[in-house]
């Protein structure tokens, strides 16, 4: 079955740096959409970033534009979320996701498969 297992998350300051990665199995990885969305405690899940098959295509949400750095290594079937400068309102859960189709997606009920998510703790 599709399995998608997040990895990287943990506690930095803010103005670090993380690196989330997100293996995924049971799917032709390069066939998928891939995005990162977060979840903080009493919110609802948002869109970080996504990217397509062959990461020529990326997109972002304004608070991490110019931050956070989406990236995917097809022959490994992993992505990557490179967090910089990071701030106190970027704690949250980190989910990855997978989204049939060729187009860039960034609402949660577009994507198919979800890992377990990964908490990331920015203090202040």
């Known amino acids: 079955q599709v399995q998608l297992v997040e990895s990287g998350g943990g506690l930095v300051q803010a103005g670090g740096s993380l690196r989330l990665s997100c293996a995924a199995s049971g799917l032709t990885f390069s066939y998928f959409v891939m995005g990162w969305f977060r979840q903080a405690p009493g919110k609802e899940r948002e869109f970080a970033a996504a990217i397509n098959w062959s990461g020529s295509i990326t997109s972002y949400a304004g608070s991490v534009r110019g931050r956070f750095t989406i990236s995917r290594d097809n022959a490994n079937s992993t992505m990557y979320l490179q967090m910089n400068s990071l701030k106190p309102e970027d704690t949250a859960v980190y989910y990855c996701?997978?989204?049939?189709?060729?187009?860039?997606?960034?609402?949660?009920?577009?994507?198919?498969?979800w890992g377990q998510g990964t908490q990331v703790t920015v203090s202040s």
């Open positions: 996701a997978a989204a049939n189709g060729a187009l860039i997606k960034r609402g949660p009920n577009d994507y198919h498969y």
